[in-house]
């Protein structure tokens, strides 16, 4: 009975995938592919538009339309068998003329071929992201107006940390407030995105998001469970959390920048050397690993940690160890190991 419920769900499977490629517009009734170009260089190139949401049968329609595939069964069934289909962008697409299925779908993925991307990088700040919109074309006062219009999720009064990290495309005449929008749409669709608007214990989602834009910008990805377990034993026992991070932020400051005495006392909510608990709100826009760590620290007594040399960072609960590792730290940047 199982074996023969299985057959029937592989065979239903198989007949909607037929069905699929029947409904694709064609001009003969056999999937035609262009061979593979070794080097479009000199090509005819077209800007092709793809439509936010667009389907892999769709997208299919607009490449044979606009002459850049010969069949759009092929695309269908190259975008049906490669995952990373499923991460096109939508806008314009610099593509060329009459190239293989295989060849349209890389182009199409190839970040190069987007005359106009906006990037934002993992751990990108509000004023960063607003400054590549500009770039992008909307006006300052136009970005000013969509950021002050944004819908946030609950909690939530600023849409710094909520601006998701990803590359983002955005189709002919759209509006500043579309494009800022579809980055918190985009923070909303992340799973562990989710799973931190709903808080935990007694984080709210605000404090675990600006956890994680802290863990975000004081580690690499190996130490980031590491870090945030750093945070939370010392807001367990109420000792300033003294992070870096969160004073380049005041200061609009990046890099690794050796803070001075004056630097840690300025007058500021988000300098955590002088003031107690976590910050009021993030300090960038947290990756989705980031914010794993901030909800799922991993277990230790660390207190301190120090980069001694680029991928070198080290941890303890013994602040003696810890002055060790800073007068390391302090040698090799000297010597400009930092640089």
Known sequence: MIALK???GAGI????FTLSLFLIRTQ??????????VSVQGLQEKIIEVPTGATGSEIAEILFDAGVIKSSQAFF???????????????????????????????????????????VNEGARKVEIQSSLKLYGFSE??????????????????????????????????????A???????????????????????YSA???????????????????????RVIYNRLAIGMPLQMDSTVHY??????????????TQLKSPYNTYLRYGVPPGPIGSPGSAAMEAALNPVMGDWLYFITVAPGDTRFTSNFEQFNTWKAIYIKNRKAGAFE
Do not use: C, N
């Open 77 to 119: 069934g190259v975008a049906v068998a490669d995952a990373r289909s499923q991460k096109i962008a939508p806008g314009g697409h610099r593509l060329t003329v009459k190239i293989s299925a295989q060849q349209a779908l890389e182009q199409l993925l190839d970040p190069e071929r987007i005359p106009k991307l906006v990037k």
């Open 250 to 263: 005041v200061m609009k400051v990046r890099g690794d920048i050796f803070l001075s005495r004056d630097s």
């Open 28 to 37: 003969s009734s056999s999937v035609a592919d262009y061979s593979r170009v």
């Open 6 to 8: 299985r057959l029937v």
């Open 141 to 178: 006062r136009e970005i000013q107006t969509a950021f002050s219009r944004l819908k946030l999720p609950k909690g939530f009064t600023d849409s710094e940390g909520l601006l998701f990290p990803a590359q983002y495309s955005f189709v002919e005449g759209t509006s500043a407030l579309s």
């Open 180 to 202: 800022a929008q579809e980055m918190i749409d985009r923070f909303m669709r992340e799973p562990i995105a989710l799973e931190l608007l709903e808080g935990k214990g007694k």
């Open 206 to 228: 605000l404090a675990l998001l600006t956890i994680a834009s802290i863990v975000q910008a004081e580690g690499d990805i190996s130490d980031f469970a590491k870090v945030s």
């Open 13 to 16: 499977l198989i007949f909607l």
